[in-house]
């Protein structure tokens, strides 16, 4: 498990060399705190859509939920995701958002889930993120998955 979470600089060299060698690689980035069914039937279908999952996991000083968040740290986070089959690397990304990393991993596909497939975001980093999408040539794609609020799942069952 240890040898799917990488710095994000080691991604890029691996990313390179995949794609060199014709692999589409597809990025989920988010918080993911509280890891649920709807998490994982989102990584399972995005990984479908290319060769290699990549996700990248929001760091604890950028979670934006609100008090007590996250419930579990960074590293906590990306060791649940990387134990999952379906996901090839996990990353901790240093941003408040995915723009940086966007840009930094020029992924071919970026994948949110269907509550996002309006680009409608109050906080704009959504369509921020497309921008940069058109920007590096790479396409947005969404999954039509069954879908959790881990902030709701928290405050009614957690707290």
């Not at 996991?57 to 134990?83: C, H, M, Q, W």
């Amino acid at each position: 498990m240890d040898m799917k979470i990488l710095k994000l600089e080691e991604l890029v060299q691996k990313i390179q060399s995949m794609k060199s060698d014709g692999k589409k690689i597809v990025l989920c980035h988010g918080c993911f705190d509280l890891m649920h069914p709807g998490h994982i039937k989102h990584f399972q279908v995005a990984k479908k859509m290319g060769d290699i999952l990549i996700v990248t996991v929001t760091p604890d000083v950028y979670v934006d939920k609100g008090l007590d968040r996250p419930v579990f740290n960074e590293t906590l986070r990306a060791e649940s995701i990387a134990a999952l089959e379906c996901v090839d690397y996990v990353s901790i990304n240093k941003w408040p958002t995915a723009e940086e990393t966007l840009r930094l991993l020029m992924p071919n596909i970026y994948v949110k889930g269907q509550e996002f497939e309006n680009l409608e975001d109050k906080t704009g980093k959504l369509q921020r993120e497309y921008k940069i999408l058109k920007e590096i040539g790479a396409q947005m794609r969404f999954t039509h998955e069954i879908v959790f609020s881990s902030t709701h799942l928290i405050n009614k069952y957690l707290k």
